[in-house]
Each structure stands twice: as C-alpha cells, then as structure tokens.
C-alpha cells in the first residue's frame, strides 16, 4: 500500500499571509528539509497546532491586549468574567446593536466591601 503520509509532500513549514504576502514559517529549525513521515507525524501536528493557535495570532494578540490594557488596567480587568469580557469586546449581537442596550455589571474593590454596579449602554450610534 502507498504511503499516504509520504504521498502529502509535508515539510516542517506553513506558509502563511502576512500582510498580502506569502511567507513560508519553520515549524522547527531547518524545517524546510525536515519531511513529514510516520515516525514524526505526531510532532508535525503538535507544532502545526502550536503554530496556528499560539504563534500566528501573538503579534494581534499583543497588540489588542496593549490597546485593551491602555483602556482598563490589568489590575481591573480580573473583575470580569469570561461573558462580560466577551461583550465588552465583541458586542451583543446585531439585534442589540440596533435597539440599544443597557448591561449593568457590579464589581467589588475588596471582598469586604458591597458591589458597585457599572452600566455601559449604547444607543442607534450609526444612524448620525
């Protein structure tokens, strides 16, 4: 039976766009000589992965962190959870966005003190 690993051509590299431009990446140094077999196929796909989930987005990923963080400290940034992050920064959903919203979110400056209700509302802001 064929190799169907072999088959594929695979080297320890991707390309990938960056800014309109192709760029082959090493997955591994000296990747561009380093074919994908059956006895390596295992860390092909671990960097493959590490690759498209850790590596590629660092550069955005840094870069919306700094502008978030210039926004609300770090510091404050613990007092939300993942669904108010999640609205804070992708919004509610087109429905939302059309009839205006109003959240309340409460947040405490210490475990003995009560909580402080914060309200971000918008209203038709694309209708000027």
Excluded at 110 to 120: D, K, N, R
């Amino acid at each position: 039976p064929p190799d169907t690993i072999k088959d594929m051509c695979l080297f320890f590299i991707v390309d990938d766009n960056i800014l309109g431009k192709t760029k082959t990446i090493e997955l591994k140094p000296n990747g561009g000589s380093i074919e994908v077999t059956k006895g390596n196929l295992i860390e092909y796909i671990h960097l493959m992965a590490d690759y498209r989930l850790n590596r590629q987005s660092k550069v955005s990923f840094r870069t919306f962190a700094e502008g978030f963080y210039s926004v609300i400290s770090p510091e404050c940034s613990v007092c939300f959870g993942y669904q108010e992050f999640q609205s804070f920064v992708v919004g509610h959903g087109i429905g939302d966005r059309r009839g205006g919203f109003e959240e309340q979110h409460c947040f405490t400056t210490a475990a003995t003190q009560p909580s402080i209700p914060l309200s971000f509302s918008s209203g038709r802001w694309w209708r000027r």
